[in-house]
T-cell receptor, first 110, second 113 residues
Framework: EDKVVQSPLSLVVHEGDTVTLNCSYEVTNFRSLLWYKQEKKAPTFLFMLTSSGIEKKSGRLSSILDKKELFSILNITATQTGDSAVYLCAPTFYTDKLIFGTGTRLQVFP | DGGITQSPKYLFRKEGQNVTLSCEQNLNHDAMYWYRQDPGQGLRLIYYSQIVNDFQKGDIAEGYSVSREKKESFPLTVTSAQKNPTAFYLC????????????FGDGTRLSIL
């Protein structure tokens, strides 16, 4: 059975802190891994990772994939209150199936 | 503007009723998906469809049904067999055969009266 686990489930930090969110997966026919941010309604796309060891960066956010150890991390530096959201990771498959992890709820306080 | 439209935004159901949630996209995407999200949880896959007139069950298909008669449309019916239907339902679409992420609609919140 395909499985995706995110940790921690919940995180509370102060503005300016750096956070690391984890995503581990056990799936067959793995193709790539996606990260999304969900604030109130629809998740918004952050990153797509297809190759191991290559960091993707967007402003204060960065992410990397390890296909040997089957995990990915999402880093957010100098957090802001606007980073408060649920962060979701999702492995994709060559069958076009896409499943999501449990999500990490991040709360950033001023 | 291209996008995914889900309707209605809020839906109330009486016990024993079937209800249908609408999802329409004008992105010309082949694949469409339905997810269920419970409070404080991630998204769980109900059904997905890679092509018109074909669809596959996800992890929690029991009590739900779908159809894909047109490329643009992928309605989800929550049947009376679904005993705990109160949740947030998200529809998504994606271009197949490419390294492209999913696009999401704004969701439908379904509640039991």
């Amino acid at each position: 059975e395909d499985k995706v686990v995110q940790s921690p489930l919940s995180l509370v930090v102060h503005e300016g802190d750096t956070v690391t969110l984890n995503c581990s997966y056990e799936v067959t026919n793995f193709r790539s891994l996606l990260w999304y941010k969900q604030e109130k309604k629809a998740p918004t796309f952050l990153f797509m990772l297809t190759s191991s060891g290559i960091e993707k960066k967007s402003g204060r956010l960065s992410s990397i994939l390890d296909k040997k150890e089957l995990f990915s991390i999402l880093n957010i530096t100098a957090t802001q209150t606007g980073d408060s959201a649920v962060y979701l990771c999702a492995p994709t498959f060559y069958t076009d199936k896409l499943i999501f992890g449990t999500g990490t709820r991040l709360q950033v306080f001023p | 503007d291209g996008g995914i439209t889900q309707s209605p935004k809020y839906l109330f159901r009486k016990e024993g009723q079937n209800v249908t949630l609408s999802c329409e996209q004008n992105l010309n995407h082949d694949a469409m998906y339905w997810y269920r999200q419970d409070p404080g949880q991630g998204l769980r896959l109900i059904y997905y469809s890679q092509i018109v007139n074909d669809f596959q069950k996800g992890d929690i298909a029991e009590g739900y049904s779908v159809s894909r008669e047109k490329k643009e449309s992928f309605p989800l019916t929550v049947t009376s067999a679904q005993k705990n239907p109160t949740a947030f339902y998200l529809c998504a679409s994606r271009r197949t055969g490419s390294e492209q992420p999913q696009h999401f609609g704004d969701g439908t919140r379904l509640s039991i009266l």
